[in-house]
């Protein structure tokens, strides 16, 4: 045992201490435990050498007085519309490990699209002193002081940084699967009004199908109002749709919880997917992969999307006066999986033909 360890015994590990302990400054060492900006000039092996000790020594930095010298209170404010088990689950996954990593806690409120509360949220985390904001499908009303990253917010506003994805590029892996399947009559989803992505997906959508010459036929159309995160969300209104009609061979689904709904809405109805239609969902949520049959998708990359708005907003915390970016977009990928299969022949097509056929037999006979 060293002369420096046997000192350790009997003294509180503080920041002065674990400096002695390392022949460094106690401002070298708080630069490195705080990942302040300045610790960028203080070499790799020194900072190796200091985060080493630290844990070696169980050193714990004392917040408190970080939060007085620093004056920040080291949380964010995380504003969602609710608790879900896909969507949310995915992305706030990538948010805590970037925010735990920095050393970071977090205050969670869910609005549930209620517009009072999406008011007084910010302002009730604001009280706390809450360094900045991430919103997952959310926007605020009113602007606030502090940085703001928005995960899927789609609308712009002084301050804000919208972390994105590329949605005409969503549209178009999806329907150019179900055009190269033999897809022509396609049943559409489009989200709950509170869903920021809502109307975004859906211009992006009906903009790719003209460009495609694929026809929406408003009767094939069906808009979730339901604030439901099971499956519940998408089994009515495909029950609903089959007592209508089933003059269509494909469904593309809001989300992928929708997307089971559906499928389990077309079983009970005696119909098999992707024998007699194919279902597109949207997320990639864990279970997709696991459903029967297994879900193709459109998988927004979630846990990175997560991890990438909580990074930035750290940055913009810790570097207030560096410009930052509005926008940033990420790409999704279709996985192709046992829920789409190649178009049936439709009833009304085989009548139509028939019929066709009857009126050329009689004007021969004639």
Same mark, same amino acid.
């Given at each position: 045992?060293?002369?420096?360890?046997?000192?350790?015994?009997?003294?509180?590990?503080?920041?002065?201490?674990?400096?002695?302990?390392?022949?460094?400054?106690?401002?070298?060492?708080?630069?490195?435990?705080?990942?302040?900006?300045?610790?960028?000039?203080?070499?790799?092996?020194?900072?190796?050498?200091?985060?080493?000790?630290?844990?070696?020594?169980?050193?714990? @930095?004392?917040?408190?007085?970080?939060?007085?010298?620093?004056?920040?209170?080291?949380? $964010?404010?995380?504003?969602?519309?609710?608790?879900?088990?896909?969507?949310?689950?995915?992305?706030?996954?990538?948010?805590?490990?970037?925010? =735990?990593?920095?050393?970071?806690?977090?205050?969670?409120?869910?609005?549930?699209?209620?517009?009072?509360?999406?008011?007084?949220?910010?302002?009730?985390?604001?009280?706390?002193?809450?360094?900045?904001?991430?919103?997952?499908?959310? %926007?605020?009303?009113? !602007?606030?002081?502090? !940085?703001?990253?928005?995960?899927?917010?789609?609308?712009?506003?002084?301050?804000?940084?919208?972390?994105?994805?590329?949605?005409?590029?969503?549209?178009?892996?999806?329907?150019?699967?179900?055009?190269?399947?033999?897809?022509?009559?396609?049943?559409? =989803?489009?989200?709950?009004?509170?869903?920021?992505?809502?109307?975004?997906?859906?211009? %992006?959508?009906?903009?790719?199908?003209?460009?495609?010459? $694929?026809?929406?036929?408003?009767?094939?159309?069906?808009?979730?109002?339901?604030?439901?995160?099971?499956?519940?969300?998408?089994?009515? $209104?495909?029950?609903?749709?089959?007592?209508?009609?089933?003059?269509?061979?494909? $469904?593309?689904?809001?989300?992928?919880?929708?997307?089971?709904?559906?499928?389990?809405?077309?079983?009970?109805?005696?119909?098999?997917?992707?024998?007699?239609?194919?279902?597109?969902?949207?997320?990639?949520?864990?279970?997709?992969?696991?459903?029967? @049959?297994?879900?193709?998708?459109?998988?927004?990359?979630?846990?990175?999307?997560?991890?990438?708005?909580?990074?930035?907003?750290?940055?913009?915390?810790?570097?207030?006066?560096?410009?930052?970016?509005?926008?940033?977009?990420?790409? @999704?990928?279709? =996985?192709?999986?046992?829920?789409?299969?190649?178009?049936?022949?439709? !009833?009304?097509?085989?009548?139509?033909?028939?019929?066709?056929?009857?009126?050329?037999?009689?004007?021969?006979?004639?």
């Amino acid at each position: 045992m060293t002369r420096k360890t046997e000192r350790l015994d009997d003294k509180p590990v503080n920041l002065k201490v674990l400096a002695e302990y390392l022949d460094l400054s106690p401002a070298t060492v708080s630069l490195v435990m705080n990942n302040a900006p300045g610790a960028k000039s203080i070499t790799l092996a020194t900072r190796d050498r200091v985060l080493a000790a630290a844990k070696k020594l169980d050193y714990r @930095p004392n917040t408190i007085a970080r939060s007085l010298r620093t004056r920040q209170t080291f949380t $964010i404010g995380v504003i969602v519309p609710e608790f879900s088990e896909g969507y949310f689950t995915m992305v706030m996954n990538g948010v805590e490990q970037s925010l =735990m990593q920095a050393g970071y806690l977090h205050y969670v409120v869910c609005h549930q699209g209620r517009t009072d509360l999406i008011d007084e949220y910010p302002r009730m985390l604001l009280k706390r002193s809450v360094d900045g904001f991430l919103l997952v499908n959310t %926007s605020l009303n009113e !602007p606030v002081n502090q !940085p703001v990253v928005s995960i899927s917010g789609h609308r712009r506003m002084p301050g804000v940084t919208n972390v994105v994805l590329d949605h005409d590029r969503s549209a178009t892996l999806a329907l150019k699967h179900l055009y190269e399947l033999g897809h022509r009559r396609i049943a559409f =989803m489009k989200g709950q009004r509170h869903a920021l992505d809502s109307d975004t997906r859906w211009e %992006s959508i009906a903009s790719i199908a003209r460009k495609m010459g $694929i026809t929406i036929f408003p009767e094939l159309c069906m808009y979730l109002e339901k604030n439901s995160w099971s499956p519940e969300l998408g089994y009515p $209104i495909v029950r609903d749709l089959l007592k209508r009609t089933q003059d269509f061979t494909a $469904i593309f689904c809001f989300n992928d919880i929708a997307a089971i709904g559906a499928v389990r809405a077309l079983a009970d109805a005696g119909f098999s997917c992707p024998k007699d239609f194919s279902v597109v969902g949207f997320d990639d949520i864990a279970s997709a992969m696991y459903q029967t @049959p297994s879900l193709t998708t459109v998988r927004q990359p979630l846990h990175r999307m997560g991890e990438t708005a909580a990074q930035m907003l750290l940055h913009r915390i810790q570097f207030p006066h560096e410009a930052y970016p509005e926008m940033v977009t990420f790409e @999704p990928e279709l =996985m192709v999986r046992e829920s789409t299969g190649a178009a049936r022949r439709l !009833p009304i097509l085989r009548s139509r033909m028939k019929a066709r056929a009857t009126r050329s037999g009689g004007a021969a006979k004639n």
